[in-house]
T-cell receptor, first 112, second 113 residues
Framework: AQRVTQPEKLLSVFKGAPVELKCNYSYSGSPELFWYVQYSRQRLQLLLRHISRESIKGFTADLNKGETSFHLKKPFAQEEDSAMYYCALSANSGGSNYKLTFGKGTLLTVNP | KAGVTQTPRYLIKTRGQQVTLSCSPISGHRSVSWYQQTPGQGLQFLFEYFSETQRNKGNFPGRFSGRQFSNSRSEMNVSTLELGDSALYLC????????????FGEGSWLTVV
């Protein structure tokens, strides 16, 4: 069965500091990984997906299959980055069915 | 394009009652999935529907059920409510299953007293 682990429930950094939100996964097949973000009083929304290899709002994430990790990074954190971040894994659950499994989330606070 | 719409947004129920939550997906999306979000457990997958068929089911008791209609709208039902069912119930839609980006609604806040 697939599993997503976000080891830090809370992460606090100062504005301008680098930030890394950790995500580890377990899955025997070829995973598709996502980061979702939930800003205060807003709906959960996609931040980025590994297959796109893009940078969104200065965030990047690299899939490391050897370490089964998909850490989210930003070189210079901004106060508006304060939010709840969820790592998610889409995996085949049989036939053509896929299941999205979320980690428990990391609450990022960027202090001025 | 309108986003995922969930109704009602807030509701309070008594233990033992049942509740039905509704979700209208983004136009053209045929996959609808439901999640329960709580402070302690985070986001937990309930079930997914695609073309009116349940494709996946999470580890929730049979009191939790759902369905999808021909217009892709979906409902979930919780019977014999327990205090522990108090949560934010999120609906998400996507064009199809399997690795597609899913788009979330704002959720239905259920409080069981």
């Amino acid at each position: 069965a697939q599993r997503v682990t976000q080891p830090e429930k809370l992460l606090s950094v100062f504005k301008g500091a680098p930030v890394e939100l950790k995500c580890n996964y377990s899955y025997s097949g070829s995973p598709e990984l996502f980061w979702y973000v939930q800003y205060s009083r807003q709906r959960l929304q996609l931040l980025l997906r590994h297959i796109s290899r893009e940078s969104i709002k200065g965030f990047t994430a690299d899939l490391n299959k050897g370490e089964t990790s998909f850490h989210l990074k930003k070189p210079f954190a901004q106060e508006e980055d304060s939010a709840m971040y969820y790592c998610a894994l889409s995996a085949n659950s049989g036939g053509s069915n896929y299941k999205l499994t979320f980690g428990k989330g990391t609450l990022l606070t960027v202090n001025p | 394009k309108a986003g995922v719409t969930q109704t009602p947004r807030y509701l309070i129920k008594t233990r033992g009652q049942q509740v039905t939550l509704s979700c209208s997906p983004i136009s053209g999306h045929r996959s609808v999935s439901w999640y329960q979000q709580t402070p302690g457990q985070g986001l937990q997958f309930l079930f997914e529907y695609f073309s009116e068929t349940q494709r996946n089911k999470g580890n929730f008791p049979g009191r939790f059920s759902g369905r999808q209609f021909s217009n892709s709208r979906s409902e979930m039902n919780v019977s014999t409510l327990e205090l522990g069912d108090s949560a934010l119930y999120l609906c998400a839609s996507s064009f199809s299953t399997g690795g597609n980006t899913i788009y979330f609604g704002e959720g239905s806040w259920l409080t069981v007293v």
